[in-house]
């Protein structure tokens, strides 16, 4: 059954007017912001890779890097062994990625290695979340965890990027999920869809929880900025 969801997934995944069925789009406005800042920061003219695009892309200058064809993407490649020479971008986002790898410090390690001196690394990943295999999910991550797994780059900025309510929304759309599922993960995953969209509008308690200074401690996701000095 888990096979089956992740096959579901890779084909809505891969239409932008589908991918919506996958989950609900948790809303990340401090993450968003500063993603936007970095791109409009750095100019047209930098060479900025997004490792684990998916379906969007947020610049015309910006590489798309997947592990699987969609309509974006421009390069089909692992995150472990980047195919890109040294030093040659001057950013790399990646967003709700680290999780799904077998080794994040490899993945950091090659994201430092393909990054210019005085290039930027920013990146966000789950603390307060579901199990989501895409195909797999391994790990979660506190803000100070991330801070350390980024040790190698000079801290520009850290935080919650997705909140508390956010957390909650989540993990209690998957409980209900789970409790009126039958037995059948693939019921439990509608269930939990359905749930949530219903439920949404709870969402908005985060516009004010997501200013709170210790957010982060009940945050559904954190990001972290920095520099390769």
Partial sequence: MPD???RIKRKLRQNPFLSCFIGCPYPAPRWNRCVKRLIRQ???NANILDLGAGNRRRAS?????EIEATPEVDIIADGHLLPFKDETFDAVISEAVLEHVQSPNRVVSEIYRVLKPGGYICIAVPFLQGYHASPHDYQRWTLPGIVELCAAFSEIESDACAG???ALHWIFREYIGLICSFGSLLVAKAISL?????TFPLLLLDV??????DAHILASAVYFLG???
């Fill in 4 to 6: 089956l969801i992740s």
């Fill in 42 to 44: 750095l100019g047209p």
């Fill in 61 to 65: 200058n910006i590489i798309n890097l």
């Fill in 164 to 166: 508390p309510t956010t």
């Fill in 194 to 198: 359905l749930v949530g969209w219903l």
């Fill in 208 to 213: 004010v929880l997501s200013r709170h200074k």
């Fill in 227 to 229: 520099k390769k000095e």
